[in-house]
């Protein structure tokens, strides 16, 4: 298990429900006070409950990350009440797997603005806080930068995008002494993939079990992974043991990316 650090604090977006909430919880463990972002209040509610039964003091920020001024204001509330920045998790923000064809300005233009320029600007407010304590910064990606399709092109794209943002921080944190890494997960069972599966099933009349084994079945791995399993690599990667990797993008999908 990961050392605990006394009076550390960390950020995480997208924390009211799947990834960020499963890492939230498993952060608890490494860091003394656990900033929840996410848009939904009650469910930040919720997963703060947890995240304080963990034993870390937490506090909740009801901010929609794709507005310019929402970073600057999660980070002066996180320094108002805790005086320090330790770790940034960037994990808000999803992109629809619509066909190359269909999507529209918009739909791109979301995509970016939330999980690539949400995260760039989280970064940008977060940093001074992250040089003053030699901090570290996650980016949350996925496996779809690697494996570009038609009908995945937005998330590729985005995907893909992030990865650069998170190199080019991570070569500035050289100089800064602030570790930058990026998480590209597979398919996880949160509440995105059920949703996609209930959809699939819907469109194909097909019950969703059924829908969910030809989903595991194209994809060529035996099951979904679980939230836990990536909170354990977050909680790695931002813990002091993991101080030496940086501008690392790693990979943890079950096998679902076939290339080396």
């Known amino acids: 298990m990961a050392q605990a650090q006394a009076e550390a604090v960390a950020i995480i977006t997208g924390a009211s429900q799947g990834l960020g909430a499963a890492s939230a919880i498993r952060l608890a463990q490494i860091y003394s006070a656990i900033v929840l972002v996410a848009r939904n209040e009650s469910l930040l509610a919720q997963v703060a409950a947890k995240v304080e039964a ?50 529209t300005d918009e739909q791109w233009d979301d995509g970016f603005n939330l999980k690539l320029h949400g995260a760039r600007r ?18 949350m990606s996925g496996v779809a930068a690697e494996a570009p399709k038609a009908g995945n092109a937005a998330v590729s794209v985005v995907n893909s ?7 080019a921080f991570a070569d500035r944190g050289l100089e800064d002494g602030v570790q930058v890494n990026t998480i590209l997960p597979g ?11 209930t959809e699939f099933a819907r469109s194909k009349d097909i ?31 931002l813990s002091p043991a993991a ?8 990979r943890m999908d079950g096998g679902v990316v076939k290339s080396i």
Do not use: C, H
């Open 54 to 103: 963990a034993g870390a003091k937490t506090l909740t920020i009801a901010a929609d990350l794709s507005k310019p001024a929402s970073a600057k204001a999660v980070v002066a509330a996180t320094v108002d009440k805790f005086g320090r920045i330790d770790a940034l998790f960037n994990n808000a923000g999803s992109v629809k797997p619509i066909d190359l064809f269909k999507l």
């Open 122 to 139: 989280m970064a940008l407010e977060a940093w001074p806080y992250l040089k003053a304590s030699k901090g570290a910064v996650l980016f």
């Open 161 to 167: 995008a992030v990865n650069a943002l998170s190199k």
């Open 187 to 197: 398919p996880v069972e949160t509440e995105r993939l059920v949703t996609m599966a």
């Open 207 to 237: 019950p969703l079990e059924e829908a969910q084994a030809n989903l595991l079945k194209s994809m060529g791995i035996p099951r979904f992974g679980k939230p836990e399993e990536i909170a354990e690599l977050v909680a790695y990667l």
């Open 243 to 250: 101080r030496w990797m940086t501008g690392s993008a790693v």
